[in-house]
């Protein structure tokens, strides 16, 4: 996925999440700098995958990783499929920078962490977006 691809991206979900929500490109490194409720996240790409995850969120360290699908030979789609994953990990982040995740008590299973509501945000968010546009009520 290309830089401006990822910016483009990122200002989207910027838009429609939060007003707060800013991006820049890390002086260092090529890692996006999100700002999620007045905390700042690291968004990173990884090549290498650990595990099976498309990616995750550490609310530790305010982490998102992102993997890249590099050596996937078989993967069609990569691009579509780590901007599912980005927009699925920033909604983790803004649930948990809300406190919702600590009002269950930081649950593994509370709903805050809840990977099959997690995705439904993900994949609709781009249908319900385009009802708000059309609707002229995204803002």
């Known amino acids: 996925m290309s830089e401006q691809t990822i910016r483009e991206f990122i200002e989207e979900c910027g838009k429609a999440l939060s007003e707060g929500f800013r991006n820049a490109l890390s002086a260092e490194t090529n890692d996006i700098v999100i700002n999620v409720l007045g905390t700042k996240y690291v968004i990173t790409y990884v090549d290498e995958r650990d595990n099976d995850n498309g990616g995750e969120v550490d609310l530790y ?8 699908w590099k050596d996937e030979k078989n993967v069609s789609n990569k691009d579509k499929i780590m901007k599912h994953c980005l927009r699925h990990e920033i909604i ?21 962490a809840n990977e099959e509501m997690i995705d439904w945000f993900a994949i609709q968010y781009p249908k319900i977006k385009a009802i708000f546009q059309e609707m002229h009520i995204e803002d």
Do not use: M, R
């Not at 360290?61 to 890249?68: E, F, M």
């Open 61 to 68: 360290d305010k982490l998102i990783k992102v993997y890249t």
């Open 92 to 112: 983790h982040a803004f649930l948990f920078e809300s406190g919702l995740n600590d009002n269950c008590f930081n649950q593994a299973d509370s709903w805050p």
